[in-house]
């Protein structure tokens, strides 16, 4: 079986060399990548989000295609469209951009609803239907998505169906002093991805995460998630909680990172790093709660910090001992 550990470090180190200083965030990507999941990249402008989906499909050697997301565009210009081949006698398939293995949607916000939802069915479903015949996605497919948090003007709120749909959130930041400083100085004469070369195949992907589907969760974990959810449901300071799918993303994202760290078993410790990146985009903040600046990111942190964590007979259970 591939060395899931070996495999994500290799991956992150290669990221590394593009995204300076953003270890945590390289690896919950390499996270998403090994639960097939998506990931929303929640940031302002220039940090860097461009260029860890490049980053990511040249460490990959896979197809990389991008979306630039604009409120004239139609689902017609993400799915494809079907044309008719006079030589031919038939209607040929014409695939989109979403037709590709790591797909950048580029300010997903800006596209109207209607073209928005042209990606929930490829994103669940990995498979688009264009004049009712369904063309499946190649393997592996991964969109990241982005979108500019500060700027309103001219865009369209995701609905609750596409965020759920995202396995992950994350914000990248702005670098400290010396790695902006590191920045410049690689970037003098060229820019480092130009020399970025593939660390694994898009076979090595596949075995990666149909290893991370074998790592142990024990029933306690599983306790935990679903705990963590419940709480997002009943919080007075939320509108709307957490999905099941929510909870099914949390457990298989709490096995890539136990993969990642060498472990076949899931710790607790895994479900709590995980537990803003995961539920806080899924939930929808009360007006009350917002009116007292309350963030889903830390409702999330305190149902965290208020739920109980297993230990004791609940590691025993965990590692498998008795």
Known sequence: MLDVKSFGEHLIESLEKVIVGKRQSMELVTIGLLCQGHILIEDVPGVGKTMLARSLARSLDCVFNRIQFTPDMLPSDVTGVSIYNQQSGQFEFRPGPIVGQIILADEINRATPKTQAALLEAMEERQVTVDGVTHPMPD?????????????????????????????????????????????????????????????????V???????????????VKRYIVELSTRTRQSQDVYLGASPRG????????????????RDHVLPDDIKALAVSVLA??????????????????????IVLSTPVPGGLFTAQATGKN
């Open 206 to 220: 596949l075995q990666a995460a149909d290893a991370v589907k074998h790592v142990y969760v024990s029933p306690a």
């Open 281 to 302: 985009h899924r939930i929808i903040v009360s007006p009350a709660a917002r009116l007292r600046d309350l963030s889903s990111d830390r409702i999330v942190q305190e």
């Open 247 to 262: 909870s099914l993303s949390l457990a298989r994202a709490g096995q890539a990172r136990a993969a990642l760290q060498g």
């Open 140 to 204: 592996p497919f991964m969109v990241l998505a982005t979108q500019n948090p500060i700027e309103y003007e001219g865009t369209f709120p995701l609905p609750e169906a596409q965020l759920d749909r995202f396995l992950l959130r994350l914000r990248l930041g702005y670098p400290n002093i010396s790695d902006e400083i590191r920045i410049m100085d690689d970037q003098q004469l060229r820019h480092p991805i130009e020399s970025l070369k593939p660390v694994a195949a898009a076979e090595e």
